[in-house]
């Protein structure tokens, strides 16, 4: 019959790390150390030795490396890095969630309509 739900396992398998993690990667070397040590050399391409911080892609050799550094892929997600990861209010704002009060009013006004 198949793999069942083998569209979801797929699109699973192909998630990268989120900009808020890749800001902490450039940030403290420490963090980026400790996602290193997650993952096993052997399984790795290139075993590991060729690793794009901005995209966190590994690569097979430095010559790929450096091409990938030219592409435009790359360029994209400098531009994402440089713009900043979205704060808890601005995702909140895209949802709907707002805090409006609409205009302020005087006392002055709310005792005259009274």
Same mark, same amino acid.
């Given at each position: ?22 800001? #902490? ?13 997650? %993952? #096993? #050399? ?5 075993? *590991? ?7 966190? %892609?590994?690569?097979? $050799?430095? $010559?790929?490396? +450096?091409?990938?550094? %030219? ?15 979205? $704060?808890?209010?601005?995702?909140? #704002?895209? +949802? *709907? ?9 005087? %006392? ?7």
């Amino acid at each position: 019959m198949g793999i069942f739900a083998k569209r979801t396992k797929t699109k699973t398998r192909r998630r990268t790390r989120d900009l808020d993690q890749i800001q #902490a990667d450039l940030l403290s070397p420490r963090h980026l150390e400790q996602y290193k040590e997650t %993952k #096993a #050399a052997e399984d790795l391409p290139g075993l *590991g030795r060729h690793y794009c911080i901005e995209c966190a %892609k590994w690569f097979d $050799t430095e $010559t790929t490396l +450096v091409l990938h550094r %030219k592409g435009k892929p790359h360029k994209r997600r400098l531009k994402q890095l440089r713009e900043g990861p979205y $704060t808890h209010e601005e995702a909140a #704002a895209a +949802v *709907g969630f707002r805090i409006d009060n609409g205009p302020e009013k005087s %006392k002055s006004q709310d005792i005259e309509m009274s």
